[in-house]
Structure formats: C-alpha cells, structure tokens
C-alpha cells in the first residue's frame, strides 16, 4: 500500500510531484463508483470540508479546477495554523487532478489517479509535505498530524462520498 519515503532536498520548492521527496506517501483504493462520479466528488464545494478537513477553502475562481488556476486557503496541520495558497497543477476530468498546497513555511503537493476498474474506479492517492523551517515541522509532529493519516483520510472520505452518490444515481435511474 505504502510507497516508501525517502531522501529529498531540504528547503527546495520542488517543481513536480516526486515520490522520493521527503514525507511522500501513495495508497490505492477500489471505489464502486465511475471516474465521472468520482471525480465529481473530488470537485463537489459541499464536500470540500469532509475531503479536506486540513484546508478551509476560501472563494473559487469561475475556472477551479482548471490548471494553473489559484484560490486562497487557511490549512491546519496539526498544531500548525497558517494561510495558503491552493493551485490546481493538472485538472484531467476523470482521470487525473493534482494540486499543491503553499504556505510561508511548507509546500505540499496531493494527486488523485482514476483508472476505471471492474466496473468501479481504482482511486492512487499521492501526497508529499515539505516544511521549510523548523518549526513548520515541529508544530505539524506535535499535533499529530502525517501525510500518511492525511492521504488514508482523504481516500476514505472519498470512497464514501462517491459510493453513497453512485448508489443515488443508480437507485434514481
């Protein structure tokens, strides 16, 4: 499930998700719902809070989540309590979305895979999180907070809000 950690930069921006950066994580899930819903999930504003209980989205451009498109955030990472900026790297509906999350002292990039399997969605969840300063780090430990119990979180949330939308769709038709 894992997909190791390891060595990386320290206080480099990296420009593209590498999975040997520091603190990178991927785990896979099967979810009984189609790319279309899945990624409809991923992008529903009602659900933002439930996928992303570390960011409070502030207000969208007309164009999110198209690539290269920004909007404001305020994350909480463990113990730590700063503004961001959000950007959508890549926005593929159906099959690929990736964005990176930027404070004054992390950067942290997240990516989403679709791949339709078995009737349902294979979901690869990526995340990888870079504290530039000391105490970046050490506040996000202290609370507890990892890419691991992040990524694994992000994906459950997602299974269930997919699902239970696939099982209203179905059942509506």
């Given amino acids: 499930m894992a997909v190791g950690t390891g060595g990386g ?58 690539a290269a498109t920004t909007r404001p955030a305020t994350t909480r990472l463990g113990l730590l309590r700063e503004q961001a900026r959000v950007e959508s790297l890549e926005a593929r509906p159906d099959s690929r979305f990736r964005l990176r999350v930027s404070g004054s002292g992390f950067d942290s990039e997240w990516s989403w895979q679709l791949e339709p399997a078995a009737g349902g969605t294979r979901v690869i969840h990526s995340a990888s999180f870079q504290p530039y300063d000391r105490w970046t780090g050490i506040l996000v430990r202290l609370g507890g907070s990892s890419v691991q119990n992040r990524v694994e979180a992000h994906l459950r949330a997602l299974k269930e809000r997919a699902e239970a939308a696939e099982s209203s769709t179905s059942s509506a038709a």
Avoid: N
């Fill in 9 to 66: 930069t320290q206080g480099a921006r990296p420009d593209a998700f590498d999975a040997s950066a520091q603190g990178a994580v991927e785990r896979r899930v099967f979810v009984h719902a189609t790319p279309r819903v899945v990624w409809a999930t991923l992008h529903d504003p009602a659900s933002s809070a439930a996928l992303f209980p570390e960011l409070r989205f502030g207000p969208a451009a007309p164009s999110w989540p198209a």
